[in-house]
């Protein structure tokens, strides 16, 4: 299983961009990349995964490193919603649990 | 939001009884996961199922048992509570095991 590290912390003002960053210089090459947010006393919720290119959904965006060992998710427009423990996944598809390894994550506070 | 609840939702018991924790579900997914998550820790997979009657260990299983006897509900059962696994408990659903998991809302168990 990929190790990851994530900052421990991070602020940000509201309506302003966000990026939160993980390393995963272990990822295998089929790991997909997932992000996860925790709510405050809420089960986690999906954010958005990818393999290689960069990704975007309503929620956010995905950007790879072309050697796939580190990845940023971006909020465009944090708001107060948006604070939340982030966790960045990786995933290898090939075997059957499907189960998630949570590290640590990244506390995000975002200031009014 | 996926249909997914957890019973119930707190539980205050004392050291050597029986639990049972419920998970159903509404969205007639394949596979549920139950998960701990303590201070410190991320959360942590105990027990999964690929489908009715078929269930696997994840990486903390000792002192859980699970069972599925139909598709929309996951039971997992501390046989006899120590207080070590006071813990907030989170079921998962997910259509296979490389798609998105769904979190329900978590039960918060305090074992005295």
């Known amino acids: 299983d990929a190790k990851t590290t994530q900052p421990n912390s991070m602020e940000s003002n509201e309506e302003e961009p966000v990026h939160l960053p993980c390393n995963h210089s272990?990822?295998?090459?089929?790991?997909?990349i997932h992000w996860y947010r925790q709510l405050p006393s809420q089960g986690p919720e999906y954010v958005i995964h990818g393999l290689t290119s960069n990704v975007n959904n309503r929620m956010a965006s995905l950007a790879i490193a072309e050697d796939r060992k580190s990845s940023t998710l971006i909020l465009h427009r944090a708001t107060l919603r948006d604070a939340a423990v982030y966790y960045c996944i990786p995933q290898n598809p090939s075997g059957n649990t499907g189960k998630l390894i949570f590290g640590q994550g990244t506390t995000l506070q975002v200031k009014p | 939001d996926a249909g997914i609840t957890q019973s119930p939702r707190h539980k205050v018991t004392e050291t050597g009884t029986p639990v049972t924790l419920r998970c159903h579900q509404t969205e007639n997914h394949r596979y549920m996961y139950w998960y701990r998550q303590d201070p410190g820790h991320g959360l942590r997979l105990i027990h999964y199922?690929?489908?009715?009657?078929?269930?696997d260990k994840g990486e903390v299983s000792d002192g859980y048992s699970v069972s599925r006897s139909k598709t929309e509900d996951f039971l997992l059962t501390l046989e006899s509570a120590t207080s070590s696994q006071t813990s907030v408990y989170f079921c998962?659903?997910?259509?296979?095991?490389?798609?998105?998991?769904?979190f329900g809302p978590g039960t918060r168990l305090t074992v005295l």
């Open positions: 272990t990822i295998s090459g089929t790991d997909y």
């Open positions: 998962a659903i997910s259509e296979s095991h490389t798609d998105t998991q769904y």
């Open positions: 199922s690929y489908g009715v009657k078929d269930t």
